[in-house]
C-alpha cells in the first residue's frame, strides 16, 4: 500500500473521509503535503509529513503553548505520529498574500497590518521554557553560510575566494553576527510573514510556527515588514514599526527604548535573514527541484542591498554584492 492509500485509509479511520476525497492545496518549502477535506463537521486540512523528513512534534507542542498565549493557530484534532498523517482545523485558503494583492483600501491593509503585530506581541509575551532551543552564533552562522555555498557557489557557479572569504569574515560573522546575538532574546516565529498569516476571525490564523525558538527581537518584524513576497515602500514600513515599537514597549517586550537603536537593530537583523533567505531560495531550485522560488530573490536581495549601503560597517558586503551582481548581468545570467 503507497503512502497516499494509507492517508485516505488512516483518514476514513477517523470517520471523516466525505465524498469529495482529498483535495490538495498548495504546500511550503518542505516536505509536507497538505489537503483540504470537506467533512459533516466542516471543513479540515491533513497534513503529509513523511516522519523520515518532517518531525511533527514540535509543531504539537509549539501548537500548544501558543493557543495557551491566545495565538490563533490551528487545532490538532487528530494525530498518526508513526506515520505523520495528522488532521487540523482549516484557516481557509485567504492568506495575506492574497489579500494585500486584492485590497485597495489603505485602511483595510493597516487594519490587517494592526491584527498580525497584535497577534505577533502575544507570541513575543510567551514566557521561555528550559528547554526551548535558541538562536545562538552557531544557528545563525549555519544559516547566513547557506548564501555562499548554495547562491553565490551553486546558483551563480562564482568562485568564492580566498579575497572573498576574508570580506565575509570582517563583515558578517566578525560584525553582523555578533550584533545580531546581542540582541535582546523572545519566542520568534521565523517565517511571521504573508503567506503565513491567514485572514481569519479572530485575525491572523498563524501558521508554519514548528520552528520557533528564541531569538532576536526584531526577527519576526523583520519577516513580516520586508516580506520576501511582497513589498511596501520604506515609508509605510517605517509608520508600522514605530506603531509596533511603541506597544512592544508598553507590553514590556524588551526593545531598545531609544527607537533609533531598535531601528538599527531591525535593519542588521534583516541583513542575515536575507542572506538566508537568497541561499534557502537557491537550495530549493538547485537541490530540490522547486525553481518558482528564484523569482522572489531580487526582491530580498534589494532590501540587502538597501541595508547594506547605508552602514558603513556593512559596505564591504555591498560592494561585493554589487560587483557580483554587475558581473552576472554582464554575461547575461539571471536570478
Known sequence: MDREQRLIQWVGKQGALGDGGLVPVSGDASFRRYFRLLTQQGSRIVMDAPP???????????????????????????????????????????????????????????????DAFAMLLRVQCMAPVPDAPRYDRTLLQREVD??????????????WSADDQAMWQRTVLDTLLPAVERQPVVWVHRDYHSRNLMVTDPNPGVLDFQDALMGPVTYDAVSLLKDAYFVWEEEQR?????????????????????????????????????????????RLARRDGKPGYLQDIPRVADYLLETCRRYR???????????????????????
Not at 83 to 93: A, S
Open 146 to 159: 547557506l548564501f555562499p555555498v548554495w547562491y553565490v557557489q551553486g546558483h551563480l557557479e562564482y568562485a
Open 238 to 282: 517605517l509608520d508600522w514599526l514605530v506603531r509596533y515599537w511603541e506597544k512592544a514597549r508598553h507590553a514590556r517586550i524588551p526593545v531598545a527604548s531609544d527607537f533609533g537603536v531598535f531601528y538599527r537593530d531591525f535593519e542588521w537583523m534583516g541583513v542575515q535573514r536575507h542572506l538566508k533567505v537568497i541561499g534557502i531560495f537557491a
Open 313 to 335: 560597517e556593512l559596505q564591504p558586503l555591498a560592494l561585493w554584492l554589487e560587483q557580483c551582481w554587475a558581473r552576472e548581468q554582464q554575461i547575461g545570467y539571471t536570478f
Open 52 to 114: 523520515e523528513h518532517e518531525d511533527c512534534r514540535p509543531f504539537v507542542q509549539m501548537a500548544q503553548r501558543l493557543q495557551q498565549a491566545g495565538v490563533n493557530v490551528p487545532e490538532v484534532l487528530a494525530w498518526d505520529q508513526a506515520n505523520g498523517f495528522m488532521m487540523l482545523t482549516d484557516f481557509g485558503d485567504r492568506s495575506y498574500l492574497e489579500a494585500f494583492k486584492e485590497a485597495q483600501d489603505s485602511q483595510r491593509i493597516s487594519a490587517l497590518m494592526a
